[in-house]
């Protein structure tokens, strides 16, 4: 049995012209007409026709960027708002958490607006009063239940609004991203609370950026991309698919970011000749003598692709492109990497290395070849270099090129060495199955 | 509709504990508390007798005595009729909130205001009787009998239009501003401050249009002037034109409901 039901819906949303934010009566019957004035004119698509269907008992999971209509696709679940076309039927009580604590009055106590938002959600007063204490514990307020909720810090506010919500014990429970309400033991008893409602053959909604929850609770995940459904089925699959989308928009966004870059560079290139290179400040920038010029750094993948985004233990190369004005043979190259926070994960250069490296007049290709980029995840900059010994600069780029590394395992710190864990005895160490 | 007129009949709980709640947050942390709910009009009352019996004496008909307490029965349904209107206009803004991110009936909002209004004009009458005993008026029992049938009316007529300005006033903003001029063109219209008799014939017409007319002369009859209550006939017909108000209305927010969250 089906517990949510979505066939074709569609979404228009009027959006507001910037001439005139709100209708005025006046205006409307100024212009002639004001069921004329009520039309829209300007509309935006935020669901473009969405199918899926929700088994009854199952925990479902929407993902998907900022836009993409997940939260509109929720709401209409919720029955606020009905869609602009297709059908959309939902068995037994639905309860939303979708803003926690809307409809708290200030002024009234705790138990005043418990009483109030539980009958709003749809309960009898007496129901509410079977169920109040049950409440009151979940949210941990009962020392505060009878001051005036404006008295709440914004924790108390979002637990009480969740006890209330939680405790209406919904057939079906949508939940767009509100897991973050409280510290770390709260969340955990919301968890429990989700698990519970499970085992209970609830159907349970879930909207969120948290694809970990999702992997974790979801037992089928569904993929919005504005407006579209992109992708739905086991959430593991569906996560990859989505994560390998973003990791491609990241590695263009960084690209076109760099190609912004490289072109203010160029359209300064009047940069001063032997400009003391302050090291102790790691801004971005381009200086030195030109003798050797760095004309153009890329960034390639295995397949020597350029490529902003990689896989943590992927192959990276820097690959420089070089121009020697004259024969230089007092010449270095060298590469660094630094995390976000500006700290160098590495750096090194040929001298160090006790290599020697010279240049005729003329272009040549120099590539910094790393078999595995062993770093965590995140954003990196990359800086490169050609210079003497002495450390006097042909042309230094600083943190002027950006790599993206991604990962599955969400480790901490900067460098990943490659590790397994062996155990023995009494201790079994296995991959966890998947659920 | 009907479908949604039963959702407001399953919801009275709710709104029952929304009007209670509305009446304790409004006097939250006042030194009265409740007690403001008598002494504002009992304030007014006492400002009106003064004004009919020491600045103004001769400015009313010698027939109607006291003035100060004629006029109360006017202004005490009047002022509920009025803020009920000009609050529910911004309800359903105010409360956008919970439009937009709970499922909710939002008629139940404006509903809630012109209840509200009405325990507050409840809360004005033990001032009104105490003062009608005080001055000795003469009130005729039976004529008492027709008392809640006029409350009742009025309640479904500012229900009516409660629920039309509100979800009005979502789609065009300027609805408040009309309507407060509105109103108060609409007191000068309505006889409160002057017996109908006191008006020309012609004009006396063009009065009997207004719904509120009938409202307020009847409570005007019912509690102050002595005599059988003859105006009963007008009086239902102005029951069946709120009804047919209250449907009007209750269609209109109806049919503009799925755009409230939109729009709110």
């Known amino acids: 049995m089906n517990a949510i039901e979505v066939r074709d819906v569609r979404k228009t949303y009027r959006r507001y012209g910037r001439r005139r934010q709100f209708a005025t009566l006046k205006s409307a019957l100024l212009s002639g007409g004001a069921l004329r004035d009520l039309r829209p004119d300007e509309t935006f698509d935020a669901l473009k026709g969405v199918s899926f269907d929700v088994t009854a008992g ?6 998907g960027r900022n836009g993409s209509g997940k939260s509109s696709m929720l709401k209409l679940v919720a029955g606020i708002g009905r869609p602009t076309s297709g059908s959309l039927k939902v068995q037994g009580r639905v309860s939303a958490l979708i803003e926690l604590g809307a409809g708290f009055h200030p002024e009234i106590s705790g138990r005043d ?33 009878d001051a005036p909720v404006k008295t709440y810090s914004s924790g108390m506010y979002m637990r009480l609004g969740f006890a209330v919500a939680i405790h209406v014990d919904p057939d079906v429970l949508l939940v767009d991203e509100v897991l973050a309400v409280g ?95 302050d090291m102790s400040k790691a801004v971005e920038g381009r200086w030195g003598s030109r003798e ?45 990497i630094f995390n976000a926070d500006g700290v160098c994960c590495y750096g090194t250069n040929t001298d160090i290395e006790g290599a020697a490296s010279a240049a005729t007049a003329g272009d040549g290709e120099v590539v910094f070849v790393m078999d595995r980029l062993d770093l965590v995840e995140g954003t990196y900059k990359v800086d490169v270099a050609a210079h003497r010994r002495s450390g006097a600069p042909y042309d230094y780029h600083r943190l002027q090129y950006t790599l993206r590394v991604t990962s599955s395992c969400k480790d901490t710190g900067i460098f990943r060495p490659p590790h397994r864990w062996v155990s023995s005895g009494g201790i079994t160490i296995a991959p966890r199955p998947r659920s | 509709m009907l479908l949604s007129l ?10 029952a ?69 000009l609050e529910s206009t911004t309800v359903l803004i105010t409360s956008g909130n919970l439009i937009r991110k709970v499922l909710f009936p939002a008629e139940v909002l404006p509903i809630v205001t012109v209840l509200a209004g009405a325990v507050h004009f409840c809360l004005g009458l033990p001032i009104l009787a ?75 017409q063009i009065l009997t249009l207004n719904p509120m007319t009938h409202l307020v002369v009847s409570y005007q009859d ?43």
């Open chain 2, 222 to 264: 019912v509690l102050f002037t002595p005599g059988p209550f003859a105006r009963w006939p007008a009086l239902l017909a102005v029951g069946a034109g709120a009804i047919g108000v209250f449907l009007v209305g209750f269609f209109i927010f109806d049919r503009l409901r799925d755009t409230l969250a939109e729009e709110v």
């Open chain 2, 6 to 15: 039963r959702h407001v009949i399953r919801y009275r709980g709710l709104v």
């Open chain 1, 292 to 336: 050797v010029e760095i004309t153009s750094v890329e960034l390639l993948d295995r397949n020597r692709e350029p490529a902003r985004v990689f896989q943590s233990g992927d192959q990276v190369e820097v690959r420089l492109s070089v121009r020697a004005r004259h024969p230089v043979s007092d010449l270095v190259f060298g590469v660094g």
């Open chain 1, 183 to 277: 510290d770390e033991a709260f969340t955990h008893k919301c968890l429990d609370k989700f698990a519970e409602l499970r085992r209970r053959g609830r159907t349970v909604l879930l909207v969120t950026h948290s694809l970990d929850l999702v992997t974790r609770f979801c037992d089928e995940a569904l993929w919005l991309d504005a407006g579209i459904v992109r992708m739905q089925g086991d959430p593991r699959r569906v996560i990859d698919a989505y994560l390998l989308d973003v990791a491609g928009a990241e590695g263009r966004a960084l690209a076109a970011a760099a190609a912004k870059a490289n072109a203010i560079q160029t359209a300064s290139t009047a940069t001063p000749v032997n400009e003391p290179p």
């Open chain 2, 130 to 204: 105490a003062f009608l005993v005080y001055y000795h008026v003469p009130v005729t029992f039976t004529d008492l009998l027709w008392f809640p049938l006029i409350v009742l009316i009025q309640l479904v007529l500012t229900v009516g239009l409660a629920l039309l300005l509100s979800a009005l006033t979502v789609h065009f903003r300027d609805v408040r501003d009309l309507l407060s001029n509105l109103l108060t063109l609409w007191f000068f219209g309505t006889p409160i401050i002057y017996a109908l008799d006191q008006v020309p014939p012609r004009v006396r």
């Open chain 1, 113 to 145: 607006n418990v009483f109030i938002n539980g009958m709003m959600l749809g309960l009898t007063r007496r129901e509410m009063s079977a169920r109040f204490d049950q409440i009151v514990a979940f949210a941990e307020l009962e020392d505060f239940i």
């Open chain 1, 58 to 63: 199952k925990t479902f999971g929407i993902i």
């Open chain 2, 17 to 85: 504990s929304l009007v209670a709640r509305e009446l304790k947050a409004r006097y939250r942390g006042s030194v009265l508390g409740f007690f403001w709910s008598f002494v504002n009009p009992l304030l007014l009352l006492l400002v009106y007798t003064f004004v009919f019996t020491v600045v103004l004496p001769g400015a009313h008909p010698t027939a109607i005595e006291p003035f100060a307490l004629f006029m109360f029965c006017g202004i005490l349904p009047w002022t509920w009729f009025s803020s009920s209107l």
